[in-house]
C-alpha cells in the first residue's frame, strides 16, 4: 500500500474582510431569523405531541405560538427572537426552543452563536455514534506509519498494527495513554528522550481535562496516574498546559534502530469524544524506510509479539 503522501503545496491564507460591529451583528440577528424559521417549518404538529390543524394549517410546520407555548416563553418574546431583534436570551431558554425543535446537538451549538452566546460543549449526535469502523479504515489505511485512538479520557479505542510494533501497545498493559507513558517499561525504554517530553504529554492532558473541569472520568485517570507514578504526580503539580497538538518523537527499537516520529493529534468535529493520534516518519531519518520494513512480512517475522524494549 502506498504511504501517505509527502508532497503538499501551502496555501496562502488571507484575511477576511469584516464590516462593522453594528454590521455583524445584524448579520447574525438575520441569520438567527431564517434558521429559527427554517427549523420550525421542519417539525410537524405530530412530531411536537400537538393536533395538526386540518385544513386551518397554511404550513405543515409549527406556528410561532405553539413554539412558545411548548417552550414555556412568552408569544411576544418568542416572535421577536424569531424576527432577529436584538433582545436578552438565556440557555435556559434557548435550550428550551431548541427541545421544540428538536434541534441535533449542531444545531444547537449553532442557535448559541447565533443568539450571541457562547456554545455549550460539543456533543456526540446519536447519528454519529457508530463512526468507529470508519474510523479503523482510517488509521489502517495510515499504515505502515503508528495510527491509534483515544477517548476523551486518552483511554485507548483503537490502534494499527504499527502502533503495536513501535509504540508497544498491545492487550497486556493499561489501557490509558497518560498512564501507559509513566507505567509501561517497553515504551519507555524506547523513548530516546522520554523526560524532555513528559511534562509536555502531561500539559496536553490538563488541557483536555479542563474542557471538562467537573469530569469525574478525568479525575480517576489523574488520580491512578499520580498513585502508580510519583513522577506524574510531580509534574501534574506544575499546573503547565498545552493544547494538544504535535510532540516529536525519537524511539529506539531494537530491530531497527532510530525512529523520529512527529506525533499529530486530530480530532473529528462529529465525534469529539475521540482523538486520533498520527505518527508520520521525520524526513531525512530514514523512518519511514524502516516503518516499511517493520511492516513488511520479514519484519512481523522479526517482531513476533511482544518485542522485548
Not at 438565556?90 to 441535533?104: H, K
Amino acid at each position: 500500500m502506498a504511504s501517505p503522501a509527502r508532497n503538499s503545496r501551502a496555501v496562502r491564507s488571507t484575511t477576511p474582510r469584516t464590516g462593522t460591529g453594528t454590521d455583524d451583528k445584524a448579520h447574525r440577528l438575520g441569520e438567527l431569523r431564517e434558521f429559527l424559521m427554517s427549523r420550525r417549518a421542519r417539525v410537524t404538529p405530530a412530531e411536537a405531541g400537538l393536533p395538526d390543524g386540518g385544513a386551518r394549517r397554511r404550513t405543515p410546520g409549527l406556528r410561532r405560538e405553539e413554539v412558545a407555548v411548548l417552550a414555556g416563553v412568552g408569544v411576544s418574546w418568542y416572535q421577536w427572537l424569531e424576527q432577529g431583534r436584538d433582545i436578552t436570551v438565556s440557555p435556559q431558554v434557548l435550550d428550551s426552543v431548541a427541545r421544540v425543535l428538536r434541534l441535533s446537538s449542531a444545531e444547537r451549538r449553532h442557535l448559541y452563536v447565533l443568539a450571541g452566546l457562547n456554545p455549550p460543549a460539543l456533543e456526540v449526535d446519536p447519528a454519529h455514534q457508530d463512526m468507529c469502523e470508519g474510523l479503523n479504515r482510517l488509521i489502517d489505511a495510515w499504515m505502515p506509519f503508528p495510527a491509534h485512538i483515544m477517548d476523551r479520557y486518552w483511554n485507548i479505542v483503537l490502534y494499527n498494527d504499527a502502533a503495536a510494533a513501535v509504540l508497544g501497545m498491545r492487550p497486556g498493559i493499561v489501557q490509558n495513554c497518560m498512564i501507559a507513558f509513566f507505567t509501561d517499561p517497553v515504551y519507555r525504554a524506547r523513548s530516546t528522550h522520554w523526560e524532555t517530553i513528559a511534562n509536555q504529554v502531561v500539559a496536553q492532558y490538563r488541557a483536555a481535562c479542563s474542557e471538562s473541569p467537573e469530569d469525574d472520568g478525568f479525575r480517576a485517570v489523574v488520580a491512578e496516574a499520580g498513585e502508580l507514578s510519583p513522577e506524574f504526580a510531580a509534574l501534574w503539580d506544575r499546573r503547565d498546559v498545552t493544547p494538544g497538538g504535535q510532540i516529536r518523537k525519537e524511539l529506539q527499537h531494537p530491530l531497527v534502530g532510530t525512529l523520529s516520529v512527529e506525533s499529530t493529534q486530530l480530532r473529528v468535529p462529529a465525534r469529539p469524544d475521540l482523538v486520533i493520534v498520527l505518527h508520520t516518519p521525520l524526513p531525512d531519518t530514514g523512518t519511514e524506510a524502516k516503518l516499511q520494513w517493520l511492516a513488511s512480512p520479514e519484519g512481523r517475522r522479526g517482531s513476533m509479539y511482544p518485542v522485548p524494549g
